[in-house]
């Protein structure tokens, strides 16, 4: 079975630009998180999604935003990049409030 | 607000030399404590989910064990694969349908041959 897969793997944006990344769940799952770890820090939420629905928003700007697929994949914007954004952007897919397992991540650095 | 705080931030170890990390909580109710492996540049693993005090579990030369306010990661006899980031989070039941995961800073294991 393949685990929870992102894309892209590494990813250079320049100031203010816009980024997606995106994340297929594992087979099954419905819910689907997305979490920012920045160097030395754990994960910390930004967003939780289960059948299409938000159900959580962690403390983030406006300038994030998220969506969730009628296949439960799901996508993260961001918009108008600051340096301050770049960090590992982890997207974790659970059957529902069980175990999450996290896909291998995408690297974002902002110039 | 829910709180994480692992300790220590670092651990060194010779192989064979078994230890303990600790993971200490603080929330409204808790629904669940999980223990995830993370190596350099890789997604977190996960290893265990505890759900209420004097529950234990063990995987291979790891055993997870929780109070109502701490866990404990036994790491026994380790091996240098041992080594990574060990990050504790927990769910808390206050959450609702918001099954989101406050996590620790993480404690960096390294063990020596």
């Known amino acids: 079975d393949a685990g929870v897969t992102q894309s892209p793997t590494h990813l250079i944006k320049t100031r203010g630009q816009h980024v997606t990344l995106r994340c297929s769940p594992i087979?099954?799952?419905?819910?689907v998180s997305w979490y920012q770890q920045v160097l030395g820090q754990g994960p910390q939420f930004i967003f939780q999604?289960?059948?299409?629905?938000?159900?959580g928003r962690g403390n983030f700007p406006d300038r994030f935003s998220a969506r969730q697929f009628p296949n439960y994949s799901s996508e993260l914007n961001v918009n108008a990049l600051l340096l301050g954004d770049s960090a590992l952007y982890l997207c974790?897919?659970?059957?529902?409030?069980?175990?999450?397992?996290f896909g291998q991540g995408t690297r974002l650095t902002v110039v | 607000e829910d709180q994480v705080t692992q300790s220590p931030e670092a651990l060194r170890l010779q192989e064979g030399e078994s230890s303990s990390l600790n993971c200490s909580y603080t929330?409204?109710?808790?629904?669940?404590l999980f223990w995830y492996r993370q190596d350099p540049g890789k997604g977190p693993e996960f290893l265990f989910t505890?759900?209420?005090a004097g529950e234990e579990k063990e995987k291979e030369r790891l055993k997870a064990t929780l109070t109502k306010k701490e866990s404990f990661l036994h790491i026994t006899a380790p091996k240098p694969e041992d080594s990574a980031t060990y990050l504790c989070a927990v769910q808390d039941i206050s959450g609702g349908s918001n099954y989101k995961l406050t996590f620790g800073k993480g404690t960096l294991l390294t063990v020596n041959p």
């Open positions: 087979s099954g799952h419905k819910s």
């Open positions: 505890l759900y209420s």
């Open positions: 929330v409204s109710g808790l629904r669940g």
């Open positions: 999604y289960y059948e299409k629905e938000e159900r």
């Open positions: 974790a897919s659970s059957f529902y409030g069980s175990e999450a397992f």
